[in-house]
Nanobody, 118 residues
Framework: QVQLVESGGGSVQAGGSLRLSCEVS????????MGWYRQVADKQRELVAM???????KYGDFVEGRFTISRDIGKNAVHLQMTSLRPEDTAVYYC????????????WGQGTQVTISS
């Protein structure tokens, strides 16, 4: 069974940086399209960043070059480096792992809170 464990959330001031991590257990990272999503209460969950096993990346329009998704093969983990954070980036951030071979195999972490103060 695949499990995703997120870490690295917290509170910082606007303009600061945070690095989120998601450790994957139960399967190899190469099996998945990895992504980060975020959700604010009463709003739809939205894509922050995603990366294919081949390294192709896609970011939400609001990222505007501030965030970087990366894979750590040795740790079977994916990271999201966030810089120039804004108050509107405040949300719960979720790690996602979707199988390359069966899109119905879609896994979520428990979420980590990111709070940006002005």
């Amino acid at each position: 069974q695949v499990q995703l464990v997120e870490s690295g959330g917290g509170s910082v001031q606007a303009g600061g940086s945070l690095r989120l991590s998601c450790e994957v257990s139960g399967s190899s990272l190469s099996t998945f399209i990895m992504g980060w999503y975020r959700q604010v209460a009463d709003k739809q969950r939205e894509l922050v960043a995603m990366q294919s096993a081949e390294g192709t990346t896609k970011y939400g329009d609001f990222v505007e070059g501030r965030f970087t998704i990366s894979r750590d093969i040795g740790k079977n983990a994916v990271h999201l480096q966030m810089t120039s954070l804004r108050p509107e980036d405040t949300a719960v951030y979720y790690c996602n792992a979707r199988s390359r071979f069966d899109l119905r195999d879609n896994n979520w972490g428990q979420g980590t809170q990111v709070t940006i103060s002005s």
